[in-house]
């Protein structure tokens, strides 16, 4: 029987075999629909398969592996395996390959059927809309989104049908509420908290909500040496502007944090005014009255930056999602587990969005134990959780396991 330190190197291992799965060379990167993410879901599937898991792909192309048996009862586990660009190896695949060893481990004494998912988009970098994967789930997935395009202009339907799921069948990715226990979720923590308080594990409290918007600034391009100071309607020099302004207007919000992650200059040449800019921000918080606050101001910054500059201006909302509260009853079994493994049970907020997100707005307990990351450095290749608190983590949710499943 494997020891909990040769179970942590299983995951650890199967970490490093997955960072090796990507869509570009020397970095990793896995968005929807695309033929590593497909690589890694199957890898993932094989693992599952070889701890006797019921493995299939669901109609918007989750992995899906079930315990085998006849239990009434159902708790799902899970995380995510796609990526943002130039990533990490451990955000969202930690998570599922901790559940799977955890299902593994637990063998046909249960009182419920155990799930795990691996979620085939959550961060949303293609179609800028997050938990395309958790919210076919969960039932909350919107229809309108099939519309959505990339950059390329493929629609996300079409992406679904190329991806080997069906747009018309997303209804059967539901679970049945039926018996229905809730979601866990182990994810690094992105943040410093943990490392600071000397804590290998805490327990999410709540999920910031968020705040997507496409912006796209524009003016009219004009030769660089021609046209005077005066008379020029820059696109760009209005985009930076409000990159500052978005800056500095979220440090005077307590709570808030906005991030222009994108910029592009469309057309660009280097003896050309720009013309047309599109940007993107992000607005999350804790509190959803403040973020929606929060994204007005910044929307009024903006229109009044392209005012005085004469410029026009597109302002659209691509993902709000709202702040989500972790259940009580599930929060309350991983404390009691850290304690029995003489951890100090530390609750702590995520800035970040995670897929219980999605569960928890559905109506779904959800609950997530965050696992402490070196120097709070995520979405990064410098991303990095010790063996030890991958072991931790195993423990931890062995121990709920054993309580309610």
Not at 62 to 79: D, F, I
Not at 99 to 104: F, Q, S, V
Not at 344 to 359: Q, R, T
Not at 383 to 398: N, R, S, T
């Amino acid at each position: 029987m494997a020891t909990p330190r040769d179970r942590a190197r299983r995951v650890q291992t199967r970490l490093e075999e997955l960072a090796l799965v990507s869509e570009e060379e020397s970095v990793l990167t896995r968005t929807y629909g695309s033929a590593a993410l497909r690589d890694a879901l199957r890898l993932t599937a094989s693992w599952a398969a070889d701890a006797g898991l019921a493995v299939q792909f669901d109609a918007i192309g989750n992995l899906r592996a079930r315990t085998r048996g006849n239990a009434r009862q159902r708790l799902l586990l899970g995380s995510h395996l796609d990526t943002v660009r130039n990533a990490g190896r451990f955000d969202g695949a930690l998570g599922v390959l901790v559940a799977l060893d955890c299902i593994a481990a637990r063998g046909p004494l249960r009182k419920a059927e155990l799930e795990l998912i691996g979620f085939c988009d959550e961060e949303g970098v293609r179609f800028h809309t997050t938990y395309l994967g958790s919210r076919a789930v969960a039932g909350t997935f919107d229809p309108g989104d099939l519309a959505l395009r990339d950059a390329a202009g493929i629609a996300l339907g079409e992406a679904i049908r190329a991806n080997g799921g069906d747009p018309r069948q997303l209804d059967t990715c539901i679970v049945p509420r039926d018996g229905l226990l809730g979601y866990l979720e182990v994810h690094l923590e992105q943040g410093p908290v943990l490392e600071a308080a000397g804590e290998p594990l805490g327990i999410v409290s709540a999920i910031a909500g968020q705040t997507r918007i496409a912006v796209e600034f524009i003016g009219r391009a004009g030769h660089a040496g021609t046209t005077p100071m005066s008379m020029r309607r820059d696109a760009l020099t209005a985009a930076a502007e409000f990159v500052l302004a978005a800056e500095s207007s979220a440090r005077m919000q307590s709570g808030i944090v906005a991030t222009v992650g994108e910029i592009e200059v469309r057309s660009a040449a280097s003896n050309v005014i720009p013309g047309r800019v599109a940007l993107t921000v992000d607005v999350r918080s804790g509190q959803d009255a403040a973020r929606r606050v929060a994204a007005g101001t910044l929307e009024h910054l903006a229109r009044s930056i392209a005012t005085r500059r004469s410029l026009q201006i597109e302002w659209r909302v691509v993902m709000e999602t709202p702040a989500a509260r972790c259940d009580p009853n599930l929060c309350a079994a991983f404390m009691r587990a850290v304690e029995a493994a003489d951890g100090n049970p530390l609750p702590v907020p995520s800035g970040a969005g995670h897929d219980a997100a999605a569960f928890i707005a559905a109506g779904i307990p959800a609950a997530m134990l965050f696992v402490r990351c070196r120097a709070g450095v995520s979405h990064h290749p410098d991303e990095f959780v010790a063996l030890e608190d991958i072991e931790a983590a195993i423990a931890v949710l062995d121990g709920v396991l054993r309580e309610i499943a």
